[in-house]
């Protein structure tokens, strides 16, 4: 079962680097930071159970990890659409912010 669970979250940190690296659209460039999140939850959750199963420092630190992936996605949502508004496009790499 660890095995099975590490690999699932390397595939899902690999998926998240590259689409963190290769995403042009701003949408795509805040979900992949979740993906990584995500996967770095799995893997605390998954060492936390398999080698200390009585305490449960591993969940409660992915809660926190949670918590801070929610406000990220909580500001990043709010952004993208004042930046569509002014700029009328959601891909990165024709935002230039600081032209007038």
Not at 35 to 41: G, K, S, T
């Amino acid at each position: 079962m660890l095995e099975y669970t590490l690999i699932s979250g390397a595939y899902s940190l690999s998926i998240g680097l590259y689409g963190l690296i290769t995403s042009r659209n701003m949408v795509r460039a805040l979900m992949c930071p979740e993906l990584i999140l995500n996967a770095a939850n799995a893997n605390l959750v998954t060492f936390s159970n398999s080698f200390d199963s009585r305490q449960v420092k591993g969940n409660i630190f992915s809660i926190f990890v949670i918590a801070i992936a929610a406000a990220e996605a909580a500001i990043g949502l709010a952004i993208v659409p004042a930046i569509y508004h002014n700029r009328k496009s959601t891909r990165i790499n024709q935002l230039n912010l600081l032209k007038w």
